[in-house]
Nanobody, 114 residues
């Protein structure tokens, strides 16, 4: 299963990052896609969902700051992260919604410094 997230890094609070996730046409075309994140000692939580053909939706913690988009031509999903905060520090993953594909992939680390 191909769920390769990339684009993470170290960023200062208030800055921006853009995460990318490439997957297969089979997975992308059949599912709503989502971004999940897992901070140390915490559960892996869904933070943004891009359904097929309808509006995206977000967890309250990222609403108004993050934007999820789908690129049908590339079978990719993106997460534009603006005005990041230290509590956004986590490993970020992509998967379908609900997350029915394993393995999840390594994810991409995002670290926000204050």
């Amino acid at each position: 299963v191909q769920l390769q997230a990339s684009g993470g890094g170290l960023v200062q609070a208030g800055g921006s990052l853009r995460l990318s996730c490439e997957t297969s046409e089979r997975i992308f075309s059949a599912n709503a896609m989502g971004w999940y994140r897992q901070a140390p000692g915490s559960t892996r939580d869904l933070i943004a969902t891009a359904p097929r053909g309808s509006l995206p939706h977000y967890a309250d913690s990222v609403k108004g700051r993050f934007t999820i988009t789908r690129d049908t031509a590339k079978n990719a999903v993106y997460l534009q992260m603006n005005n990041v905060r230290p509590d956004d520090t986590a490993v970020y993953y992509c998967n379908a919604v609900p997350p029915k594909y394993t393995p999840w992939g390594q994810g991409t680390q995002v670290t926000v410094s204050s």
